[in-house]
Each structure stands twice: as C-alpha cells, then as structure tokens.
C-alpha cells in the first residue's frame, strides 16, 4: 500500500470551480484526493473572464487556496507579464509560510511561478513535476511577430523556461510536442509522461445526452458545421467562412455554420459573415455540459488555427472525438495531423487555404457514409487517447510513486 503523501498542485489557470467545470486540474486534485493530502493553489483572477473569481461556495475533498493576482484586459499585453510576475512572487511567499510538501505538482504556463517553485522545490530536495500546458514565449511570438525585435524581447522568458524545465525531476505534458520541448534541456527525467488535455468519456456522454441543457436546438433538416473555442487571434474563422462563401457560390450545398466560443474577435468574424453573406450562428460561450450537448447535434467540426500557431494536442481535439464527428482539420501541428491521418477521422486540409477546406466539406456533405464511418474512428481514437479516466492515471502514479 502506497504511503499518504501531501501533494501541492500549482495551476494559474483552472477553470470557474462549477459542478461541470471540466479543468485539468481539478480533475487531478479530486483523483489525488482519494488517497492523499491534497492542496491546490490557483489565482484569483480568472483568465478567461478576465475578472477576478466570485466567492467559491463548493466543497472540494482537497484544501483549494486562492492567491491574489492584479489581472489584465487582453491575452497579450505587458500588464500580463507584470500580472503573472506579481502572481509568481505572491506563490514563493506562501511556499516559503507553508510547510513542505513530499510533491509539488506545477503547471507551466506561466513562468514566474514555475521558476520560483523550481528553486526553492531544488533546494529543499522536494519531487517537483512539472505539467508543460503550452510553449511560453513561443506561443507569444506568433501574436507580436517582428523579426529580430521579438527574439530580443522574449529571449528572457527562453531562459527562464529552460531553467524550469532543467530542474523538474519528472515531466508531464499535454502533448509529445511540448514534452520534447522540456526533455531538451532536462537531465534528470528518464522519460517523460504524455496525458492529452482530454475528457472524462462518461461525464461528456452524459451531457451529451442532456437535452434539457440546450437554450436552443439545431434544424437538423439541415446540415451542421461546429465550432467549439476562442475566438481570438490564435483562430482563424475567416478561412472558414471563405470556403462556405465559395461553396455558395458556386450553386454547391454548404453547411450552416455553429460557432460556440468567446473572444475579442467575435464581432470581426460575426461582420465578416454577414459581409460574405454566410449563415453562421454565434452562441457565445457555453457551460462545459451545454456545449457538449449542441456540438453533439452537429454533423462535422472544424479546427481552424492561424498558421506559426504553437498550440499542439488542445482541449477542442478531445471534445472533437469524443463527440464522434469528422473533423476538417486546418491546424499544422505535425502530432495532431499524425493522429488524424492514423486514425482517419477527418481530413487535413492546407492551412489558410479556403478552397482546400471547401473541397473537402463537399466531399463530407456528398458522403454521409464517410462522415459517420471517420465520426466512428474519431471516437475509438478518444476512447484510445482522450478518456481522463485510463489516461490521468499516468499522472497519479507519477505524483504518488
């Protein structure tokens, strides 16, 4: 029998701490909880409202404890970098009050916070894991790209990364991009473990099902493209509303388009259809359990992201399979095209091209046989891949060996 430990997980970025919130995090510390002491230290702002958190009413088998963190307005701007220094400095207070724990668990991004724990988790000879969630700066560069001003101004933050991927004593990642970024310069892991963001398959087929949860409901006389996810600068709708507008144009039968997400270029994407005279309909940001049961009522899905993009295995690639619909795929992340092209559960399309992406949505919409034989294959892949329930348990035997 595995002894208790006290395990800390630090993670900047969770979710809003609801009944359906579906954050890695907090899937991990209720698992760890079973069998452990455990504390998760997150901010008080929450990045995706940019506002900081209502009081949380909700009991947790876990101590959650809230730091204080100034905020930002934008996703890139300098009052972030000064937000996440200050959060980072607000976490080595409290470790440096707090007693030591067997294992610290913690997020990267963001850095300052991952570098002051690293050091002092080194220097008390505590296990520190590191989960790498995305690639700073690299993520940064595509969205202030100017040749050789960007590289002098995010050197700094290169450093500050390879210092804490040097000094964690496992690494965890959400993909086998990011955990060969960190296995670069680090030492002392053997291997690294691979966890996608991934669902919980039971918890997202129950939702699924929910029809009460819908606001509304699809005409399904129609055929249906879904969107789930930002809409900021990292994604790319216009290349999608392009391909509708051209299949239009050319007397082809086009899909309507459902867009479930938020950001700050929702209006730039809602103008831009109305000007190509595209039927999308914009929801908004949806509950994790809501939006599980409308992109379910969906025929296909798209993963548009802006070319130089970072990102690798997402969140939205789970929910995609795990949905079981064909996906047209715009993204160039090598891992994640591998595992469309291997598993056949949609088609890589070329990136930026709107005519490439048309071709193919009329080839889905000509073939309802394809589309439900590559929505079968994209779910074995999700069973496979991105079911929490067999894949976070690489992550438990990681903090608790």
Not at 30 to 55: C, D, G, Q, W
Not at 164 to 185: F, L, N, P, W
Not at 207 to 217: I, Q, T
Not at 378 to 399: G, M, Q
């Amino acid at each position: 029998m595995k002894e208790v430990k006290d395990i800390l997980i630090i993670a900047e970025f969770c979710g809003d701490f609801s009944e359906t919130d579906n954050n890695r995090f907090l899937y991990i510390a209720n698992l760890l909880a079973e069998k452990n002491m455990v504390e998760l230290v997150t901010s008080r702002f929450f990045h995706a409202k940019k506002k900081n958190r209502k009081k949380i009413k909700r009991e947790f088998p876990f101590k959650l404890t809230i730091i204080e963190e100034p905020g930002y307005s934008r996703n890139v701007c300098l009052k972030r970098f000064y937000s996440h220094f200050v959060w980072g400095k607000n976490v080595e207070k409290y470790l440096k009050m707090r007693e030591a724990p067997d294992v610290i668990y913690c997020a990267v991004p963001s850095l300052t916070a991952a570098y002051k724990t690293a050091r002092l988790s080194n220097k008390s000879h505590i296990k520190f894991i590191i989960d790498i969630q995305d690639l700073w700066p690299e993520a940064f560069r595509m969205a202030f790209h100017v040749p050789i001003i960007s590289d002098m101004i995010f050197a700094p933050f290169s450093l500050i990364a390879d210092s804490v991927y040097r000094r964690a004593d496992e690494i965890c990642a959400v993909s086998d991009t990011y955990a060969k970024r960190g296995m670069r310069v680090n030492k002392k892991c053997k291997s690294p473990t691979v966890a996608y963001l991934g669902t919980d398959l039971k918890d997202f087929d129950q939702y699924a099902s929910e029809r009460k949860a819908r606001r509304f409901s699809l005409n399904k006389d129609k055929c249906w493209m879904g969107y789930c996810g930002s809409l900021s600068s990292s994604y790319d709708l216009n290349v999608v509303i392009d391909s509708l507008a051209i299949l239009a144009g050319e007397k082809k039968q086009a899909p309507l388009f459902l867009v479930i997400g938020e950001g700050n270029r929702r209006t730039e994407f809602e103008e831009y259809a109305r000007k190509k005279g595209v039927e999308a309909f914009f929801t908004g940001k949806l509950p994790y359990n809501e939006m599980c049961s409308v992109i379910s009522m969906c025929d296909m899905v798209v993963n548009p992201i802006e070319r130089g993009s970072a990102a690798s295995v997402i969140n939205k690639h789970a929910d995609y399979a795990a949905v079981g619909l064909p996906t047209l795929n715009l993204q160039e992340s090598k891992e994640y095209r591998r595992l469309v092209g291997k598993y056949e559960m949609g088609f890589n399309c070329n990136n930026g091209d709107p005519k490439d992406l048309a071709r193919h949505i009329e080839i889905l919409m000509r073939m309802p046989g394809l589309r439900k034989k590559m929505g079968r294959n994209a779910r074995k892949c999700a069973e496979t891949l991105f079911d929490r329930r067999k894949t976070y348990k690489r992550i438990i035997d990681l903090c608790e060996d």
